[in-house]
């Protein structure tokens, strides 16, 4: 292991700045999240960005979602950042964690990776989570069978933000069925980070497998709505997580084309 690679990485320097800026309650949340300062700071940006966008479209409120909720300390977080962001945006926020319960299933075949998972892997301890869960609500059951089920059992709010980390193919294949939901429960344009798409040398994605492999099948099936990149962070030195980061758009979702930029855009000339 390269220490000298370790300590000097971006991420860990903006870690150490975040966690005494989280202390100090300083500078406020929307700072903290617009410069990356929050813990998980990809769920900080897209479940306030998500809030923001709502706001803008006259809604006040909307979902955030974690499709794999494994030992649940990513759950318990997107709870903390959907609190904090209600609070700085006004708009309410409801949290729904999607998870066998059981860990991982069988692998379906190599798309799955099974060089590098295994059935049983990040199963679930229920009674250590849910005490600790004050607004985010558990959704257990099979992928395929809980989100067919999922409009009409929870009536979700307009869903703003995912968080993708059902680390096979096939399940985030299922997963990504969610996008056809009705559009009264889907904003226009949903931020979305897939954690399985950046790796090591074990790993070793592809557009041909695991999570990027069931982004390009739905990207090719769906001719008005696409998982593009997210390419808002090109204006920065971008971060590892900058890359996990996509966003889908819906071009014939009602709001798609409502004007939200700035009232006067004009530019003298000098």
């Known amino acids: 292991m390269n220490f000298s690679r370790i300590v000097t990485h971006p991420n860990i320097k903006i870690a150490l700045l975040g966690a005494v800026a989280r202390r100090l309650g300083w500078p406020k949340y929307e700072t903290r999240v617009d410069c990356y300062l929050e813990d998980r700071p990809h769920y900080a940006y897209g479940t306030l960005n998500a809030a923001r966008l709502a706001k803008q479209l006259g809604l006040d409120s909307i979902s955030v979602i974690e499709f794999g909720v494994a030992g649940g300390n ?7 950042h959907a609190k904090k962001a209600s609070a700085a945006t006004g708009v309410k926020i409801e949290v729904y964690g999607f998870d066998t319960g059981e860990g991982l299933p069988e692998p379906q075949g190599f798309r799955d990776l099974p060089h590098h998972w295994q059935r049983g892997f990040f199963a679930m301890n229920q009674e250590a989570l849910k005490p600790k869960l004050q607004i985010a609500k558990l959704v257990l059951g099979n992928i395929k069978d809980v989100r067919k089920e999922f409009a009409e059992t929870y009536k979700p709010a307009p869903i703003g933000f995912i968080a993708h980390d059902m680390d096979f193919y096939s399940s985030t294949k299922e997963c990504l069925e969610i996008f056809s939901i009705d559009a009264s429960m889907r904003l226009p344009r949903i931020i979305n980070y897939f954690d399985d ?5 074990t790993e070793m994605y592809s557009k041909s497998v695991g999570q990027l492999a069931a982004i390009e099948e739905y990207n090719a099936s769906h001719e ?3 998982i593009a990149e997210c390419r808002n962070f090109l204006k920065d030195a971008p971060l590892p ?3 996990a980061m996509y966003i889908h758009h819906d071009f014939e979702h009602p709001l798609y084309n409502q004007f939200i930029g700035e009232a006067r855009q004009q530019l ?3």
């Open 197 to 201: 798409t950046i790796g090591g040398e």
């Open 268 to 270: 003298p000339l000098k």
């Open 74 to 80: 990513g759950l318990l977080n997107l709870q903390y």
């Open 241 to 243: 997580w900058h890359y």
């Open 224 to 226: 008005s709505q696409k």
